[in-house]
């Protein structure tokens, strides 16, 4: 059992996407006892999902109405084995802050051996929306495996 998080700025639009597509694909691959959350640096507190993550998620069978933005707290990293971030910016900015942590934190683009960011949609039209979640699915496709071990792997390490 692993918890992995995931982050972006408001966490109303690809935070919240990256968590839905990410724990959709743990259950289909059995991992029913995972834990998949999500978080901004600069949130907003209780505010919704962005209505296009909300409306094109829905149409891929996910629903994100529940969904609310929190802000990243200590006790967040704590808790996460793997942390993953959609700009170089979160991850900079969090393994300074909170460097104990550092180990486990990543670019998103790195589980598919790149690295660049995932641009942000907010207050862009539903195609851009349509793009960073074409991206998000396939860096979670592609690298899942990746995304699995490296969360195991830091389970494992926090549990010893």
């Known amino acids: 059992m692993a918890h992995i998080l995931v982050v972006c700025t408001a966490n109303i639009c690809r935070s919240p996407v990256g968590e839905a597509l990410l724990r959709q694909r743990l259950l289909q691959r059995g991992l029913e ?23 094109l998620m829905a149409e891929q ?46 670019l998103i683009s790195e589980m598919v051996e790149k690295r660049y960011n995932i641009q942000d949609p907010y207050r862009r039209s539903q195609g851009t929306y349509q793009q960073m979640i074409a991206e998000l699915t396939g860096i979670i496709d592609i690298g899942l495996d990746r995304i699995i071990a490296l969360a195991e792997e830091n389970a494992a390490k926090n549990r010893s």
Request: with cysteine.
């Open 61 to 106: 069978g996910l629903d994100l109405n529940q969904h609310r933005a929190s802000m990243i707290e200590v006790d967040d990293l704590q808790a996460a084995d793997l942390i993953l971030c959609m700009e170089s910016g979160h991850v900079e900015a969090l393994k300074a802050e909170f460097p104990a942590h550092a180990e486990r934190i990543y």
């Open 33 to 55: 006892s995972w834990t998949v959350s999500s978080s901004g640096t600069w949130a907003q507190v209780e505010r919704k999902a962005a209505r296009y993550s909300i409306k």
